[in-house]
């Protein structure tokens, strides 16, 4: 049975959230250009820039996804911790990558590929960006709706003066238009700040959460859990290598997964909403300390929720339903059931924090990657160069149209498969080329303009082969037998085997693979030169 989530808990989030988000309105007046609004004058200490990276990383789907790890792949789904934890380290403590990135004074990550390799390697950089990007944002809100849901208990319809309204989206459509509002009139200031105060408030919630949880009698503790995931999840619940297929379903995370995982999480640092926090601080050895610190917080990251996961496999084991529960559900409607008045309030907070640090954070980069690498350089190429106040004005303009496609594509879109896998596919369609790009640029000196493009377009045809496929099974319908000249059938063959595993492995050699032929053999084309494109030190476009 769910615990009541009464007026004490709701008067809890209210207060909470308007704490969390007011100081975003009072610093408008220190956004003059867009060097502030986007990277905050690059002036953020290591530890301001430590809590808003973590903050925008630590978002509401972030704690859904990685729950949902736990619960289908118990104590071996936290191998996804520990990678993240040990190459963020390693990025944090050799400055791999980060430290160069700082080092050229760009704003974007795409604005890199224009000053090694040249502006219409930024503008396909960015694309492929932006595609991704918002492909991976789109869907969050249903699925933190989902969660506001079950803790709350909220019902489907309200009736306000005479009309009956859809009451979760009515939530979901406030949180977001707050975020908004206070993104668009402070821009990276703003997020910071507003950042500082959400890590403290979702760092309580989960702490005290987790306590709770591992109080829980009918959990059982940790002993509880383990004999859970023994019993529940067999082998591939302890032992991360292990992939079963029952069916048409894969239990467990396999070799492939790990070391998708290996690679994916070393080049997170070139995920916009990451660089940016790269590109706002004070110093290269300020990046790399930030890093450092960060691969500490991804293990806590990834830790707590697949716990929290675990967990709930624990109590469906006790108490019945394990059959009956969604895995994507079941750490919430378990929080939902045990957590006492008052500690589901605080919890509820603590994820809205979570929320809200999230949205302005990708909000404020794909709209900054949309204005400074795709709508500027075409501009350009037509012999008009956008002035600085009206990029500001235009990245403000991308924000109010990035919330009406997260409001309208975000409530309705449901997931089929597992949300970290889809997320990190998504992602992997940027990495593997852009981690390519930056670190070819960085430490080889042969890659040149043939390689960017070759490395980019190899490394993301893999997941847009993927998305095409699994968006084609479905959209159409079971009964229809042929699309074109292709049988469905055939499309539902081909898409069930081409597994996220598969695609995250191969996507980076081929990035790789593309950077080194394409440099190889443009150079040879050009008779042995080197790129056209500016130099590592060119000026970047948006300075402090």
Known sequence: MLAEFTGYDWGIVIVLVLIASMPGYLVRKY??????????????????????????????????????????????????GVIAAVTTLFVGLTGFMVSGLRASGVTTFAEYYQQRYGPGVRVLGGL????????????????????????????????????????????????????????????????????????????????????????????????????????????????????????????GLGGLFVAWQVMHWTATSCWQTQAFRTAAVDSPRTARIMWSFTGINYFGRALIPMLWGAAALAYFATTGGLGEVKDIEAMPRFVAAILPSGISGLLLAGMLAALMSTHSGYLLAWSGVLTEDLLAPVCRAFGYTLPDRTRL??????????????????????????????????????????????????????????????????????????LVMHITTLIVEPEITQVGHVPVHAVAVFSAKLTENWIGLISYPLGILGMVIGSLVYASLRGGGGSPSMTAGAKPEVQS
């Open 128 to 251: 492929i960006l932006a595609t991704a990007g918002i492909l991976n944002y789109g869907i969050f809100l249903r699925t933190e709706a989902d969660f506001v849901r079950f803790i709350t208990g909220t019902p489907e319809v309200v009736t306000l003066a005479g009309m009956n309204l859809p009451a979760l989206e009515l939530v979901m459509t406030v949180l977001v238009i707050i975020v908004l509002t206070y993104t668009l009139l402070g821009g990276m200031v703003s997020i910071v700040i507003t950042d500082y105060i959400q890590f403290i408030i979702l760092t309580v919630g989960l702490g005290v959460t987790t306590y709770y949880i591992l109080m829980d009698p009918t959990v059982g503790g940790m002993a509880g859990i383990a004999s859970a995931v023994e019993t529940h999840r067999p082998g591939y619940g302890m032992n991360p290598f292990i992939l079963k297929k029952e069916g048409t379903t894969l239990l």
């Open 393 to 466: 004005w235009i990245t403000r303009g991308f924000i109010v149209l990035l919330g009406a496609y997260l409001l309208v594509f975000g409530l309705w879109y449901e997931v089929k498969s597992s949300l970290w896998n889809f997320l990190a596919v998504t992602g992997t369609m940027y990495f593997a080329g852009a981690a390519t790009l930056l670190a070819f640029g960085l430490y080889w000196k042969r890659a040149n303009i043939g390689g960017a493009f070759a490395g980019l377009i190899a490394g993301g045809a893999p997941g847009v082969l993927y």
């Open 31 to 80: 956004i003059k250009q867009q060097a502030d609004f986007l990277i905050a004058g690059r002036t953020l200490s290591v530890y301001l820039a430590t809590a808003t990276l973590t903050a925008t990383e630590m978002g509401l789907i972030t704690v859904m996804y990685f729950s949902q790890q736990g619960f289908l792949n118990g104590f071996s789904a936290f191998t996804i």
